[in-house]
């Protein structure tokens, strides 16, 4: 549970709420790139469900081809892409939920 904690602090830089939104760049989202490659090597990876590795890969060449080209820009994302490349990120941690069950309903009710 402790890596999947760690995942989700680095969605930080990208929120839904919040005046930090229109400080997102070019460079930060691949730094978000980066960090998610970062973890899935050293810390996760391996436990990720098969459907949950699969919603990685896809958020990853997503995030690669958001940023084709801009790696290190200051430029800032408009807000059309950033809300392309939020709902992405929120699809794979949707999916993160899912492996941890954390979102689910109790199996015992009191």
Request: hydrophobic letters at 35%; proline letters at 3%.
């Amino acid at each position: 549970m402790g890596s999947y904690k760690k995942i989700w602090d680095l969605f930080v830089v990208l929120p839904q709420y919040g005046t930090e939104e229109k400080d997102a760049t070019y460079s930060t989202v691949w730094e978000l790139s980066t960090n998610l490659k970062e973890w899935y090597f050293k810390e996760g990876g391996i436990f990720l469900s098969e459907d949950c590795r699969k919603a990685f890969g896809e958020l990853q060449e997503f995030l690669g081809a958001k940023v084709a080209g801009q790696f290190g820009s200051t430029q800032k994302v408009g807000p059309v892409q950033y809300e392309e490349i939020r709902k992405k990120c929120s699809e794979f941690r949707t999916q993160l939920l899912r492996d941890i069950g954390t979102r689910s309903a109790p199996v015992l009710k009191q």
